[in-house]
């Protein structure tokens, strides 16, 4: 087994890819202002956000995918496969002819990633640090599935609401969390989540994801709009000015509720299985 700065090098090309042409990176978002009251119709548009179209269950599609870290830049392409708070899976290809490099899939515990090209496995824990080993984000199991959904829920009731600004057409939440605050900036009109903000006790943003380019569809007799672009921010905090991990997903294709995935990996042949709990970052992280 080769020393473990270097035990993942098989993975690195997940995420090496195509390289850093048409280099696509997370945009702004402008945060209303403007103190409000909080109205019965203010009340009834967050219960309504907040459930993030339950009735999406699974999505399978093909996106690009950038990936930006504070050393590295890449540009991979995906086929993604979610099954809501379930498992997920990606299959990442490159060059030209859009060769598959590496399979990752996700359970609830556990993390398996396939080196394609060398038919090495990898296998962990699905926890933060492992997440971003091999993708550059630690967002959190959850968060990040129901990212690539394009429908991030929000479990805390209107009571936890702690304050409603307005400005720019867009309506701000401000929910009480145990160990901080979470932001909700909701388009009143479409009816539509287009940022959430997650900040620490001292007022910093931790994680920022930003909801783009909806798509009106009808999934299970309802009418949804869904966001094709997604863009996720993961802020160092200790470190003020710190650059951040990005993850910006856009679909150029997807199906709502397909079919559910197989909840079984299977193992691959003849592969050599290593630890990715006992790996150290890859190099270009």
Not at 189 to 196: D, I
Request: charge should be positive.
């Amino acid at each position: 087994m080769r020393s473990k700065g270097v035990v993942l090098w098989g993975v690195v090309l997940l995420l090496l890819g195509t390289g850093c042409s048409e280099f696509r990176t997370a945009g702004r978002v402008e945060l209303p202002l403007e103190q409000t009251a909080m109205i019965t119709e203010h009340a009834a548009l967050y219960r309504e956000v907040a459930a993030a179209l339950p009735y999406i269950e699974t999505v399978d599609g093909y996106a690009d995918v950038w990936i930006k870290t504070p050393k590295r830049q890449k540009r991979v392409y995906c086929n993604i496969r979610v099954n809501r708070g379930r498992e997920a899976r990606m299959i990442v290809s490159y060059g030209i002819l859009g060769w598959p490099v590496a399979d990752m899939f996700f359970s609830r515990d556990s993390l398996y990633v396939h080196d394609m090209l060398n038919n090495n496995l990898f296998l962990g824990s699905n926890n933060d640090r492992n997440l971003e080993k091999i993708i550059g984000v630690n967002s959190g199991y959850k968060m990040l599935t129901e990212a690539l959904l394009g429908a991030v829920s929000t479990p805390e009731p209107e009571s936890a609401i702690r304050s409603v600004k307005r400005g720019g057409g867009q309506l701000l939440f401000t929910v009480e969390l145990p160990n901080g605050t979470k932001e909700l900036v909701v388009d009143p009109v479409q009816r539509t989540l287009t940022a959430l903000l997650l900040k620490n006790r001292q007022g910093k943003t931790v994680t920022e994801l930003h909801f783009r380019s909806f798509e009106r569809l009808l999934v299970a007799g309802h009418t949804a709009l869904v966001p094709k672009e997604i863009e996720m921010l993961l802020y160092n905090t200790e470190v003020e000015g710190a650059a951040g991990h990005q993850l910006v997903i856009a679909y150029d294709e997807r199906v709502f509720n397909k079919g559910v995935l197989s909840s079984r990996f299977e193992i691959p042949k003849r592969a050599r299985v290593f630890n990715l709990d006992d790996a150290e970052t890859l190099p270009w992280m």
